[in-house]
């Protein structure tokens, strides 16, 4: 194989919620390849299984069918621990709702993914006084989230998704609940981080956010209509529109 | 790393919620209060009884005329025929008897020259001291020249030598006894009440004089029996089977008083050591029955506990599923809640510990009994309630490590 190996790769990945006697088909059939360094926007209407994807990405939930390697490891072969050191090692995680704890102040929100870490992560304060430095909070380390602002939050969150140093940040509509401004300085923040080498993968249904990331995917009832990074994927989507599409 | 950041955790949920922590501790801390007064009282029991037996002496066989039931009755023991001196002398001859002595005993009016008493005067041979470990802490105890002779001297009891002597000195004084003048020798070291629960009679009220003084002069000799005595004493080899001692005393007794074999004793050997252990083993079964209510105690409290440990973990799912989101795996999560359940548990066991506390120094007070609080008292309570913890803070702490990530996550 001359190809470099995607760090995030998923083959004909499907994920079908039961709700009574209807299926849901969330993911129907993906293959998708995301490489090491690459900053991905996934974009689509709700319901699309964009959320679906991100979830199995995150080693969060399990597919129904299908498969997925991170860093090379098939997800299906692990273990619940195995999984669990796979989220606190290699993966950082951005909510909507930041989803801090809110009787710890942001020193020791950032410290958590480091306490949970089963290998050797050195200095624990000064890893997280060094990463909330990174996100501009140096000074608020003591501040409970309820102290903070909406972007100031989110930046205490960025900050823990990156205490553990992990190769892919994946964020769920990270500034689905911030104003534009904040939502630049967050965005521009990801794009840094990015250049850094970090595997970005956001989830957004703006388009502006989609503009910070190099590559976009769009997700339609379950499948990629449309990926940036392969122009002529979209009529493998939609069969029907391929013969009359191709020029 | 992982037990830090468990115990951090349930510290911060114990006290972000106190009065409900305190509401749910409320039966830890009852069952923990009565596990402790329930030990002390039970230990306290103990050691009175333990002194009993050693005040009596363990290894010490009693022999009364009359009937007396093994089971302690007495059926107007000292009624019958009583003993000679001579079945002393034969009971001093078994192997196994380190001393043996007659008793004869009278309520008798002792005048001195402060007081006039009426005391409990006990006829002995020069080894009732040693039977009975009842030695003298001034003066001396009679010779057995003097039982022999028949020697006008006694020894007191430190209530009746307070009663007589007032003043203090006592030996070297006479008193008069039904007019005969007893010259005082010793006085005996103090044994404190016979039986317990301050009910019993003043050992201390007596005066031990020798066998033969007090047959001839005081109570008189004995129609049927010349030479009697009304109880013999004997002490048994130290490693001695006492029971043996006592199968083998009884048949000497029934051959000398020519008993014919399918007849029933006209005598009793007891063992009084044997009686109090039996009361010692009521003691136990009321001591059980508490033990019974403070684990029922401990039991609702810890259903408690695990009632607001599911309910804690319903109202943090979401907390629970961003925990596991950032590598928390499932065992730290089930150490997080076992380690609040346990520390909900262990602070309601301090709590009760210093409640118990105040029960056990209140029911020393009344009971006027010893109080005993001892390390192990204290290790038993908090242990029940820590396992308390463990064991109703396990399904709980289970459920929330079993929790799916994304579930948990979503969760509102």
């Known amino acids: 194989m001359t190809e470099v190996r995607p760090i995030i790769s998923c083959r004909n990945l499907s994920k079908i919620y039961r709700m009574g006697d209807q299926e849901v088909r969330a993911l129907d059939g993906v293959d998708l390849d995301i490489h090491a360094g690459e900053f991905v926007a996934i974009m689509g209407p709700s319901g699309s299984g964009k959320s679906s994807l991100m979830n199995l990405i995150g080693a969060l939930d399990r597919p129904t069918s299908g498969e997925m390697w991170i860093n090379g490891r098939a997800l299906s072969e692990m273990s619940r621990d195995e999984l669990a050191d796979l989220r606190n090692e290699t993966l950082g995680f951005v909510f909507q709702q930041f989803n801090l704890l809110a009787r710890q102040d942001a020193f020791q929100n950032v410290r958590l993914p480091l306490r949970y870490a089963r290998k050797d992560v050195g200095d624990i304060d000064a890893r997280a006084k060094e990463c909330l430095e990174l996100v501009g909070l140096g000074t608020r380390m003591d501040h409970r989230p309820m102290q903070l602002s909406g972007g100031q939050q989110q930046r205490v969150a960025i900050a823990r998704a990156l205490s553990n140093r992990p190769s892919i940040l994946l964020a769920d509509e990270p500034t689905g609940a911030l104003d534009t401004r904040t939502t630049d300085e967050i965005m521009h923040l990801m794009q840094d981080l990015n250049r850094q080498g970090i595997t970005v993968v956001v989830i957004t249904h703006e388009n502006e956010v989609a503009g910070y990331a190099s590559r976009q995917i769009h997700f339609r009832d379950g499948r990629i209509e449309s990926d940036s990074a392969q122009p002529d994927l979209k009529r493998a989507a939609e069969p029907g529109q391929a013969a009359g599409g191709r020029t | ?412």
């Not at chain 2, 009971?91 to 001393?99: K, N, R, S, T, W």
């Not at chain 2, 005081?218 to 009697?228: C, F, Y």
């Open chain 2, 1 to 412: 790393m992982k037990v830090g950041v468990a115990t951090s955790s349930a510290t911060e949920a114990l006290f972000s919620n106190p009065m409900r922590s305190l509401l749910t501790m409320l039966g830890i801390i009852i069952g923990v209060a009565s596990v402790m007064v329930m030990m002390s009282i039970g230990e306290g029991a103990k050691a009175q009884i333990e002194a009993q037996i050693s005040s009596v002496g363990a290894n010490v066989l009693n022999l009364q005329p009359g009937n007396m039931n093994r089971g302690g009755r007495n059926q107007g023991g000292g009624s019958g025929r009583p003993f000679a001196e001579s079945d002393v002398a034969a009971i001093g001859e078994l192997p196994f008897v380190v001393a043996a002595t007659g008793v004869l005993s009278q309520q008798a009016n002792a005048v001195s020259e402060e007081a006039n008493w009426v005391t409990n005067i006990q006829g002995g041979d020069a080894g009732f001291f040693e039977v009975n470990n009842w030695r003298v802490s001034e003066g001396r105890e009679f010779t057995a020249q003097e039982v022999q002779g028949g020697a006008a001297v006694a020894v007191l009891g430190k209530t009746a030598a307070a009663n007589l002597f007032p003043g203090g000195r006592a030996i070297g004084e006479r008193i008069r006894v039904n007019s005969v003048p007893i010259e005082i020798i010793g006085i005996l070291e103090p044994k404190g009440q016979s039986g317990g629960g301050g009910m019993g009679m003043d050992r201390d009220d007596t005066m031990i004089a020798p066998l033969s003084m007090v047959r001839n002069r005081i109570t008189g000799g004995n129609r049927w029996v010349s030479r009697h005595v009304s109880r013999i004493q004997l002490l048994v080899q130290d490693g001695y089977d006492v029971m043996q001692a006592q199968e083998e005393v009884t048949a000497l007794m029934r051959e000398r008083r020519k008993i014919s074999p399918g007849d029933s004793d006209n005598f009793a050997v007891v063992n009084f050591a044997d009686m109090i252990k039996q009361r010692a083993a009521a003691a136990e079964t009321m001591s059980m029955l508490l033990a019974f209510t403070a684990a029922v105690s401990l039991i609702v409290g810890g259903v408690g506990v695990m009632n607001i440990m599911l309910v804690s973990v319903t109202e943090r799912t979401r907390e629970i599923g961003l925990r596991m989101a950032i590598g928390a795996r499932g065992g730290d999560i089930l150490l997080q809640f076992l380690f609040e359940a346990i520390a909900l548990c262990t602070l309601g066991g301090l709590i009760g510990m210093a409640l118990g506390w105040g029960g056990v120094f209140a029911y020393a007070q009344i009971a006027n009994a010893p109080m005993m609080v001892s390390p192990v008292i204290i290790a038993t309570a908090l242990g029940a309630a820590a396992s308390v913890g463990v064991i109703f803070g396990f399904f709980p702490a289970r459920r929330a490590a079993q929790l799916d990530p994304i579930q948990a996550l979503r969760h509102d």
